[in-house]
């Protein structure tokens, strides 16, 4: 009799963990494929979003470069007035 209670004590506890395992990838694969699909979704739309706007890497670093030398001129400009000032 207590091989039998023990035997099927076993039994219980290898469905449980296998349950248990099961459910666990059965999650994982779910979650994963969520991410995947969710990363895929943003580079896409991303992608549509730049090129619609018709953005170009090299332009918005000549763009940057120009305000950038525009600036550093108004800095001059502002000190050679402050300087007349004073």
């Not at 469905?15 to 991410?35: E, R, Y």
Request: aromatic share 12%.
């Amino acid at each position: 009799m207590l091989v039998l209670l023990l035997i099927f004590l076993v039994l219980v506890f290898f469905f449980i963990f296998k349950f248990t395992a099961a459910v666990t990838a059965i999650v994982a694969v779910i979650i994963g494929t969520t991410t995947i699909t969710t990363l895929a979704c943003v580079w896409v739309s991303t992608s549509y979003y730049l090129k619609k706007s018709r953005y170009a890497p090299k332009t918005a670093q000549e763009t940057y470069r120009q305000v950038n030398s525009d600036l550093k001129q108004m800095v001059g400009d502002l000190q050679e007035i402050r300087s007349d000032l004073e």
